[in-house]
């Protein structure tokens, strides 16, 4: 499975962004899939994952009420909706993939992602 990120950029806090992860050579809809982001000089940290069929999700608490994970299974697309950013937000944002055959709904550690892709720099400035 092949993951590209897109949508990143440079805004102004309280700005919105959406980026998107297009999905190639697998079955899309049978991976679990998530955002992660890392900014610099820190970890990577977990951002948002989202089930097979999209209907579970869960988000950081960093990020929760202001950002939206959704997929679209028919186009193997997978979206992250920012709005209301901060400059704390800043990062490079990766799209990641579970296996197919991996057992449960969401995942929200580095180490159940098999597929990443390239990753995406968000900048926010005040």
């Known amino acids: 499975v092949q993951l590209q990120a897109s949508g990143g950029g440079s805004v102004q806090a309280g700005d919105s962004l959406r980026l998107s992860c297009a999905a190639s050579?697998?079955?899309?809809?049978?991976?679990?899939v998530g955002w992660f982001r890392q900014a610099p000089g820190k970890e990577r940290e977990f951002v948002a994952t989202i089930s097979r069929a999209g209907t579970v999700k869960y988000y950081a608490d960093s990020v929760k009420g202001r950002f939206t994970a959704s997929r679209d299974n028919a186009e193997n697309i997978l979206y992250l909706r920012m709005n209301s950013l901060k400059p704390g937000d800043t990062a490079v944002y990766y799209c990641a993939a579970t296996r197919p055959t991996v057992t449960g709904a969401t995942f929200m550690k580095m180490e159940d992602y098999y597929y990443w892709g390239q990753g995406t720099q968000v900048t926010v400035s005040s």
């Open positions: 050579g697998g079955t899309f809809s049978t991976y679990a």
